[in-house]
């Protein structure tokens, strides 16, 4: 079993806290407020570009990396409570360099990038000179089977051409967007249909790539950030924009996915406890029926079920998360799938009934609880519905009593 924080971690958590008190939770109004007043919506925050200087001089930039060449150098367990307390404010995480899909991009080309992919893409994106977008999930086929991917990825002389369309191709919507990683078909008659695929690199600008939409999640668009509904038209790239080679884009899949499920999760976890602490706070104001809300036994019995069930979750995250680090992602998959089913569904179950507490408003914007639900409501599909994980859970589990 895991053991308790070291002194490392703690000094971060406790800057990060501060940070937080000082300069985030301050400005939570004034984003969305510089946000709706813009001309743009999709154009960057300015107090999320204000927040990042300050944030990168005092050492708290690039959290999420492992790899001391690149990052804090934190393996997943110190930095899942750092990311639980950047995932309180949907946006924190940008000001940090911590923000999906930049995160997960970086790992895939620290792990599986070459010397040239990571000098032109990785570096800019650690600086946080631009940004970038994941292209896997496709409308015409169940997405939920990685393997059945359709769009096309074709060699062509010393090129990649690339055909077909994607959907929820996120942070598509930022102007800084400068690469697009992409997953497709290289081998669709290869017998083993777990090497069929490919991730290839494709620069935003490349001529053929339209974008038709941009997906809103229950209504809310997601700006500046945003979900792509995109279609790529011979799209031609260089063949040395391939990652690590033909036919290996379901294991880095794989590799890239483990990470930024117990980022997703531990986020998740902070939306929970700001959800618990504004369903307190509204049940002690309010009294209907001559009494605080806060005395009603159904509200307390929600309190209480509120705290437990975020509390389990924690420990279940932070497991999963030491042993990705003891004994590798592959080998903690089991653990993986079920803090990815157990974190969205927890934290919709409290955000609903901070929303319940909060009457009207809950469903309004003026809380923050109608955005986070649809946030966490999504998460359930992200990175693998609940369907697959479950699925995959209980086949380890079944392995164990089998001859």
Not at 79 to 104: K, Q
Not at 113 to 135: T, V, Y
Request: charged content about 25%; overall charge negative.
């Amino acid at each position: 079993m895991f053991a308790e924080h070291n002194e490392r971690t703690c000094d971060l958590i406790a800057r990060l806290q501060t940070f937080m008190e000082t300069h985030i939770y301050p400005a939570e109004n004034l984003f969305y407020e510089q946000l709706d007043a813009a001309d743009d919506r999709w154009q960057p925050v300015p107090i999320v570009e204000d927040l990042k200087p300050k944030a990168r001089a005092e050492g708290l930039w690039n959290l999420f990396s492992p790899h001391e060449e690149y990052g804090a150098g934190l393996s997943n367990f110190e930095y899942a409570p750092l990311c639980e307390i950047m995932g309180r404010v949907h946006w924190a995480p940008s000001v940090f360099n911590c923000n999906a899909p930049d995160t997960g991009n970086m790992e895939t080309l620290t792990l599986y990038g070459n010397d040239a992919q990571k000098k032109e893409w990785l570096l800019p994106l650690l600086d946080g000179e631009i940004r970038s977008c994941f292209s896997m999930t496709e409308p015409d086929v169940a997405s939920s089977d990685a393997t059945n991917v359709a769009i096309r990825i074709e060699r062509d002389g010393n090129d990649y051409v690339i055909n077909g369309r994607k959907w929820w191709s996120s942070g598509l919507g930022d102007p800084r967007c400068k690469l697009l990683i992409v997953m497709g078909k290289t081998d669709p008659g290869n017998e083993n249909r777990h090497q069929q695929q490919s991730m290839i690199l494709v620069p935003r600008d490349t001529p053929g790539i339209s974008v038709n939409r941009m997906l809103p999640v229950f209504g809310f668009d997601d700006a500046p950030h945003g979900h792509g509904d995109v279609t790529f038209e011979n799209v031609r790239v260089p063949a040395e924009n391939i990652l690590l080679g033909p036919g290996r884009g379901f294991e880095i899949a794989q590799g890239r996915l483990g990470p930024g499920r117990i980022h997703h999760c531990m986020r998740l976890i902070g939306q929970a406890e700001v959800a618990l602490e504004k369903m307190c706070r509204r049940s002690l104001d309010r009294h209907p029926f001559g009494k605080p809300l806060a005395e009603q036994t159904v509200t307390q019995e929600r309190i209480a079920n509120a705290r437990i069930m975020i509390d389990q979750t924690r420990l279940l995250v932070l497991d999963a998360a030491w042993k990705m680090d003891t004994i590798g992602t592959k080998a903690a998959r089991r653990e993986i799938g079920m803090i990815k089913v157990a974190a969205p569904n927890m934290a919709c179950q409290v955000i609903d009934w901070s929303i319940q507490a909060h009457g009207g408003g809950g469903i309004s914007s003026d809380f923050g609880l109608a955005y986070s639900y649809a946030r966490a409501r999504a998460i359930r599909l992200a990175d693998g519905p609940d369907e697959v994980h479950r699925n995959q859970i209980a086949r380890l589990e079944l392995k164990r009593y089998k001859t």
